[in-house]
């Protein structure tokens, strides 16, 4: 139980372009996802919180009109990163908050690659 | 500032060696920690966790400890096996608060 799935694994997009990311709970609610964000060899980053339903909470210095953040069913979060630079390109993964927490469950991740 | 003190960076250890990973914190409201482990292109998955109030949790080969008082925890893996190479992220976290902590991981690699 608990898993949580993204799509896609993988996506490779032009500069300036725009890129749709999808975080789903397959068997439970998720009233809180969360993003997150990972660079080669480094931990992850927490990018923003999201609750269904609401607007989503940013990190410090992440800008929310680069990456907006729409969290609009308790199974459905999706990430999309707008006008997209290859500095842009990074490991991101999502979480959801099951009924049942802790723990977290993390989906598989979606490597960006922005040429 | 990262909340969560993690060391070694990478570690190797041969097969059927233990694998120790460290981790301090300083927020003393923290009242959950668990441990991920990653592999390469994968998004983190449990492990094993625990809360305050337990010195020290095992789970098959994976023991954590815990030291409330010098705000440290520990992983050790048993009988480390090249299955077990991967990066091992612990965490920390308020639990009303959802938001986790991370360390900044530790690579392990097991030599056959």
Not at chain 1, 41 to 66: F, H, I, P, R, W
Not at chain 2, 3 to 17: A, E, R, W
Not at chain 2, 79 to 87: C, E, K, V
């Amino acid at each position: 139980g608990a898993v949580v799935s993204q799509h896609p694994s993988r996506v490779i997009c032009k500069s300036g372009t725009s890129v749709k990311i999808e975080c789903r709970s397959l068997d439970f609610q998720a009233t809180t996802m969360f993003w997150y964000r990972q660079f080669p060899k480094q931990s992850l980053m927490l990018m923003a919180t999201s609750n269904e339903g609401s607007k989503a909470t940013y990190e410090q210095g992440v800008e929310k009109d680069k990456f907006l953040i729409n969290h609009a069913s308790l199974t459905l979060s999706t990430l999309t990163v707008t006008s997209a630079h290859p500095e842009d390109s990074s490991f991101y993964i999502c979480s959801a908050r099951a009924p049942r927490y802790p723990p977290l469950h993390f989906g598989n991740g979606t490597r960006l690659t922005v040429t | 500032q990262q909340q969560v003190k993690q060391s070694p960076q990478s570690l190797i250890v041969q097969k059927g060696g233990i694998s120790i990973i460290n981790c301090a914190y300083e927020n003393t409201a923290f009242d959950y920690f668990p441990w991920y482990q990653q592999f390469p292109g994968k998004g983190p998955a449990l492990l094993i966790a625990i809360r305050p109030d337990v010195s020290e949790k095992k789970e098959g080969r994976f023991t954590i400890s815990f030291n409330k008082s010098a705000k440290q925890f520990s992983l050790h893996i048993m009988d480390s096996q090249p299955g077990d190479s991967a990066t091992y992220f612990c965490a920390a976290t308020v639990t009303n608060d959802y938001k986790l902590s991370f360390g900044a991981g530790t690579t392990v690699t097991v030599r056959a």
